[in-house]
C-alpha cells in the first residue's frame, strides 16, 4: 500500500461511520441505495478515489538547439509500452537557450522537475496539512500520484544536462520522495566532450566556430572552457566524478 494511504483509509472509514451513525444506520439495515449500491459499495469506491496510484515518472531532456517537441516520440513509444507511466519533458530550455550554459540550463530543469513533484506527488510532505484532528488533508482536488521509480532518457547534450542535474538532486529525490533510480538512458551525448584530434584546417576552423557560435554551451562541450584555470574546473571533467558520478552508480539500468 502506497505511503500514507493508511490514514487516507481510515479518515475514510471515519467519515462513513459518522455519517452511518447520523441517519441511524446499522449492519443489520445497510440496504441498496436509490441508485442499488450498497453502503460496501460506496466505501470501496471512495476508497479507491482516495488512495493515490502509483505510477513510474520517466523524464526526457532534449539535445541542442532543440525543444520539448523533439521528445514527442520518445514519449509516445513509452505511453505505448507501459500506459501506466507518467511521462515529463523539460520545456524552458528551448533553442537559443540552450546556448546558455550546462549549468544554467541544468538548473533550470532542476526547478522545473521540482515543481512538477511538488505538484503531483502524494509522497511530498508539502503537498499535505495536517488537520486539526489528526487527519492528513490533501491541498489539491486531484488525486495525487504516488511515484516510485523515476527514469532520465536524454539526447545529445541532454544526457550531460541530465548528469549535472542527478548531482544536484539527491537529497530532493532519494531522501525526500524516496524515488528509486530506475533507468539512466541516453543516445548521442558527448559525455567525453567533442574534439577532432586533428591539428589542422579544417577541423581547427571547426572547433573555434562550435566554441565560438555555440555559445557557453559550446565552449563547454569542446573542453575549452574556463582555459585560465585549472583544468578540473571544466564542466565536463567536473561531472565525471564526485557526487555526479555516485549518482550515476545507483540507476539500476545505465544505457549510453
Known amino acids: 500500500m502506497p505511503r500514507n494511504s493508511g490514514n487516507a483509509v481510515e479518515a475514510v472509514h471515519q467519515n462513513v461511520n459518522a455519517e452511518s451513525n447520523k441517519k441511524g444506520m446499522n449492519d443489520e439495515n445497510i440496504g441498496p441505495n436509490a441508485h442499488g449500491e450498497t453502503l460496501t459499495e460506496t466505501l470501496d469506491e471512495t476508497l479507491e478515489e482516495k488512495i493515490p496510484a502509483l505510477a513510474h515518472l520517466y523524464v526526457l531532456l532534449h539535445g541542442m538547439w532543440g525543444s520539448d ?5 520518445i514519449r509516445d513509444q513509452l505511453l505505448v509500452q507501459d ?3 507518467t511521462v515529463f519533458i523539460p520545456c524552458k530550455n528551448g533553442f537559443f537557450k540552450t546556448f546558455d550554459g550546462i549549468e544554467l540550463i541544468g538548473d533550470r ?6 515543481l512538477f513533484l511538488l505538484e503531483n506527488s502524494a509522497t511530498k ?3 499535505q496539512k495536517e488537520g486539526a484532528d489528526g487527519e492528513l488533508q490533501s491541498n489539491s482536488n486531484t488525486n495525487p500520484t504516488t511515484f516510485t521509480h523515476i527514469s532520465f532518457i536524454s539526447y545529445s547534450m541532454g544526457g550531460v544536462v541530465a548528469r549535472y542535474c542527478l548531482g544536484h538532486m539527491h537529497d530532493f529525490l532519494s531522501n525526500e520522495l524516496n524515488l528509486q533510480l530506475q533507468v539512466f538512458a541516453t543516445f548521442a551525448t558527448p559525455h567525453m566532450g567533442i574534439n577532432f584530434y586533428k591539428p589542422y584546417f579544417p577541423f581547427t576552423l571547426l572547433t573555434y566556430l562550435g566554441s565560438t557560435l555555440l555559445g557557453r554551451s559550446g565552449r563547454q562541450l569542446f573542453l575549452n572552457d574556463n582555459r ?3 583544468e578540473e574546473n571544466r ?3 567536473k561531472i565525471s566524478k564526485g557526487k555526479y558520478l555516485q549518482e550515476l552508480s545507483k540507476f539500476k539500468y545505465k544505457l549510453t
Open 83 to 85: 500506459p501506466d507511466c
Open 235 to 237: 564542466l565536463l571533467l
Open 228 to 230: 585560465s584555470k585549472s
Open 109 to 114: 530543469v532542476i526547478d522545473e522537475i521540482k
Open 125 to 127: 510532505k508539502k503537498n
Open 69 to 73: 517537441k523533439h521528445m514527442f516520440t
